[in-house]
Structure formats: structure tokens, C-alpha cells
């Protein structure tokens, strides 16, 4: 039986490399030869959670049809968030949490997806019916995906199965879930070390909205000002990725973890639209954005009927 690899999208998040290594384990465990990669380097949180649990870090691919025939994709269906030669693949397995857009098989697949905290989440409940084991450390960097996604159970993509799964893998991964989680997410916000590139593109994602390129990144901050202070290398950085790709719009989403409140930079020919998305003026290219939190619950779907209405 020929080996699959299992990937997240690019510009990993925590989710996106914890789901790999969790649903690479559970393929092995259905005697399939497996590997979990990542389409990027992890991040500082990432790699904070897998040092705590002691794991290593996936290898990084640019492509996979070298090395295989059959992929298994989680944390993303989208292909214009996936490996640049998906084409040339054959899709077997699909876990995620996020919409369905743009993704279509020659040949039929499993495919789970659920509207819920995190794909660990998803794959937490896949172990359970199952009756497979989760091993300590992959507990650990389960849980650090769903308290990463949640921002520790509080963003609205949070579910009442989230809770009880976080309180679950938080036993067998043997750690305080509220202590952890807060040091896991101040390893995230700590941006001092990141230069403006890797802020702007850390963990941007494309979007095709209607028919308009529309790039969405979003940075976690522990207050604003430290970030705030360097709004315009940050800004330059995002205009020049507007014009380098023609984005309509770059919307960069810094959001305060501890406060729950975010801040927009936008970039980009289609910056009124933000102002219709979220009801606020657009000033110095700065805009406040109250209370949000989840790019993927309240940020895609606003700026979507907006594009969807013109
Ligand atoms: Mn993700
Ligand atoms: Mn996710």
C-alpha cells in the first residue's frame, strides 16, 4: 500500500500541524504507512507546543507529487491554501473546520468536516469512535491546536464538544489546560523577534471572494502598542504584497488575546469595503474591529456579503 503524506495548509498554524501529526498517528493506526509534513516552518507558538510535548517538527515541503500518489488533507480544503502541485495528487481524506470553497475530486473520498473549534477537535472524536489510544504527546499538541484556534475556549468558534475535548486531552496530555493554554498563547504574542514580514505573512491566508483576491492575516498581540508602533513598516510590507500579487484587498487582523478585541491594517484598492463589512471608518489605514477574534466566523463571512453584493 503506497504512503500517504498528511498536511495542513500553508503558513501553518498550530491546528494545522497538530492535525497532521494526529491524523498521520490515526492512519498508521489503520495500517496505512504515513507521514505528517508541513507546507511551512512552524511558528514561535508551534514550536513552543511541540517542545513542550517533546515532538519534532514536521518536515517542510514545497511539493508532494514527487513523493507520493495519495495525500491526506486537514485544517484546509481551499486549494489555493494547499501545496502548490494538489492537482497532480489524488485526495483520499479531507478533516476540517472551515468552509468549502473552491475543492473538487475526480473520485470519491472521505471527507469530514465539522463547524467546531479545531480539526484536532474533529480528529479527537475520531480517535473516540474508534476506540483508539491517544499517546501523551500527541494529546499535547492536540490540545495546543484547539486552545490555539479558540484562543483558550474563547473565540465564537468555540463548542460545548470543544470544552469537554479540551478538558479530555488536557488529562491524557497531563498539563493544566487554563495554565498551559496562557503560556502557550504568550509564546504567540511575543512579536519582538518577528521582523514586519513575518508578521504581515506569518499566517496570512488567499481568499477568492466572488471573484476578488482578497489576502487575510492575523497577528496575536498581548496589548497594541508595541504593534501599533510599527504600523508603517507593517503597512509598506502589505502594499508591496498587494502589488507583488494583486490582492484587492490585504486585511491584517492583530487581535489583543487577553482583551478579546482586534484591530484591522488593510491594504489594497478595495479598502471601503472593510468599512461596509464591519460598520467602522477606515482611518490612516487603521480601523477598529471590537470584540472580533475568529478570521474564519467573523471576518471572512462580513467581507464575503459584501463582495457577494457587488
Ligand atoms: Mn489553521
Ligand atoms: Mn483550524
Redesign the pocket.
Known amino acids: 500500500m503506497s504512503k500517504y503524506l498528511v498536511f ?2 500553508q503558513n501553518p ?1 498550530t ?2 500541524i497538530g492535525s497532521a501529526i494526529a491524523f498521520s498517528y490515526y492512519l498508521e493506526r489503520k495500517g496505512h504507512e504515513s507521514e505528517a509534513v508541513a507546507l511551512g516552518e512552524p511558528s514561535a507558538e508551534t514550536a513552543f507546543a511541540l517542545n513542550h510535548f517533546s515532538l519534532d517538527s514536521p518536515r517542510v515541503v514545497e511539493t508532494v507529487a514527487n513523493e507520493v500518489d495519495r495525500v491526506a488533507l486537514v ?1 484546509h480544503n481551499e486549494p489555493q491554501q494547499s501545496v502548490a502541485d494538489l492537482a497532480e495528487v489524488t485526495v483520499d481524506y479531507v478533516v476540517d473546520h472551515h468552509r468549502i470553497n473552491g475543492f473538487n475530486t475526480a473520485n470519491p473520498l472521505f471527507y469530514r468536516a465539522e463547524p467546531i473549534g479545531s480539526t484536532c477537535s474533529v480528529i479527537y472524536k475520531m480517535f473516540a469512535e474508534q476506540n483508539i489510544d491517544i499517546p501523551q504527546s500527541i494529546a499535547g499538541i492536540m490540545l495546543s491546536a484547539l486552545i490555539s ?1 479558540t484562543l483558550l475556549l474563547k473565540s465564537p468558534t468555540t463548542t460545548a464538544e470543544d470544552k469537554d475535548i479540551a478538558e479530555a486531552l488536557a488529562k491524557i496530555a497531563n498539563v493544566d489546560l487554563q495554565e498551559y493554554g496562557l503560556e502557550m498563547l504568550k509564546a504567540s504574542a511575543d512579536i519582538s523577534q518577528q521582523t514586519d514580514e513575518e508578521l504581515v505573512n506569518a499566517d496570512a491566508k488567499s481568499f477568492s471572494l466572488n471573484g476578488h483576491d482578497v489576502r487575510i492575516g492575523q497577528v496575536n498581540v498581548i496589548g497594541f502598542d508595541e504593534i501599533l508602533a510599527r504600523k508603517e513598516g507593517l503597512l509598506s510590507v502589505m502594499e508591496e504584497e498587494v502589488q507583488n500579487n494583486e490582492f484587492n484587498l490585504f486585511l491584517l487582523v492583530i487581535t489583543d488575546i487577553l482583551e478579546n478585541d482586534s484591530v484591522g491594517l488593510v491594504a489594497g484598492i478595495n479598502r471601503p469595503i472593510v468599512t461596509t463589512a464591519f460598520g467602522n471608518e477606515v482611518i490612516d489605514s487603521q480601523i477598529a474591529l471590537p470584540g472580533i477574534v475568529s478570521r474564519k466566523k467573523q471576518v471572512v463571512p462580513p467581507l464575503t456579503d459584501v463582495y457577494d453584493a457587488l
Open positions: 495542513g495548509h498554524d491546528d494545522a485544517d484556534d
